[in-house]
């Protein structure tokens, strides 16, 4: 969980995010749609019978790591696949003891891949799952309707880890998405003595 494959198209290849857990018997990943993008053009046009590789081994530096009681996930876009794989296998396996907390940034509501799912889970697991969508441009017309969180995820992450009473020797911090976030995150936490496992965006 949290690893990601390169899978390709006739030689354009690009590593994607595995959102499956391990106990699923398909490969789910997470493509956002990218204009001019040369190999999510490719991916939009494949048709039932199509060609595609996919690489037999998985890279990423993000793991979870089960040493820390609580787990605070922060993404941006399709970086919320991998911590939907992490929580998954989790649950799969039955465990217990953990806190997971994903707080995920988007432009508009249609771009929370995931949302109902996670929404779901943190219904249905109260004390394990905890989901937080945040809207970065809420004044746009199309979020006249948005009544949850705004503002951007790295100016936001302080302000949760006070509110979910997250320590630092206690604490796994994981970003992950745009560079300038995963960035941001990774200097603002570390300075509070927080341990955090960083992924970002590559090409489409």
Not at 179 to 198: A, C, D, I, S, W
Request: net charge positive; aromatic share 12%.
């Amino acid at each position: 969980p949290g690893k990601y494959v390169n899978v390709g198209n006739y030689g354009v290849k690009r590593p994607y995010w595995i959102v499956s857990a391990p106990h699923e018997g398909i490969l789910e990943f997470c493509i956002e749609r990218v204009p001019g993008g040369e190999m999510t053009a490719r991916v939009w046009t494949l048709q039932r019978g199509d060609m595609i590789t996919v690489r037999a081994k998985s890279k990423g530096k993000l793991w979870l790591d089960l040493r820390f009681a609580a787990h605070l996930m922060v993404a941006t876009g399709t970086g919320i696949g991998p911590f939907v794989s992490m929580v998954r296998a989790y649950l799969q396996e039955g465990r217990q003891g953990h806190t997971f907390y994903l707080v995920h940034g988007a432009r508009y509501p249609e771009d929370f891949a995931y949302q109902t799912e996670l929404t779901h889970l943190a219904a249905l697991h109260p004390h394990l799952v905890t989901y937080v969508p945040v809207l970065s441009r809420p004044a746009e017309a199309r979020k006249a309707e948005w009544t949850g969180e705004t503002g951007r995820v790295s100016g936001l992450v302080t302000q949760y880890i006070k509110q979910f009473a997250l320590a630092p020797r206690s604490t796994q911090l994981y970003a992950c998405g745009h560079p300038g976030m995963v960035r941001e995150v990774k200097e603002r936490l570390r300075q509070g003595g927080f341990r955090v496992q960083t992924e970002r965006y590559w090409k489409a």
